[in-house]
């Protein structure tokens, strides 16, 4: 049995209507990502004030994981600049 043009033509008309009333989900919102390196921040040593050779022996102590503490966070801001840097030239 063939189907005649127009009855067709009236089955896709009907198809297309009926895709219309399903209604979708809405998209979810773009998620921004943002490469940017930690912001620079100046490094700060603890105050001093020794009276004692044990109150200096501490103080050394302390600066240098002061010292130790900054050098990391500045390596870790040249690291992210380089790697931004490298990633932006290619």
Not at 32 to 38: D, E, F, G, M
Not at 61 to 74: F, G, L, N
Request: glycine letters at 6%; a positive charge.
């Amino acid at each position: 049995m063939k189907i005649r043009k127009f009855a067709a033509g009236l089955i896709l008309c009907c198809l297309i209507l009926l895709q219309g009333c399903v209604s979708a989900p809405p998209l979810p919102a773009p998620r921004l990502t943002l490469n940017t390196c930690a912001p620079v921040t100046p490094c700060s040593l603890p105050a001093a004030g020794p009276r004692s050779h044990g109150d200096l022996t501490l103080l050394i102590d302390r600066v240098e994981a002061a010292w130790a503490i900054c050098a990391a966070k500045v390596d870790s801001i040249i690291k992210c600049q380089s790697e931004t840097g490298h990633a932006q030239s290619q």
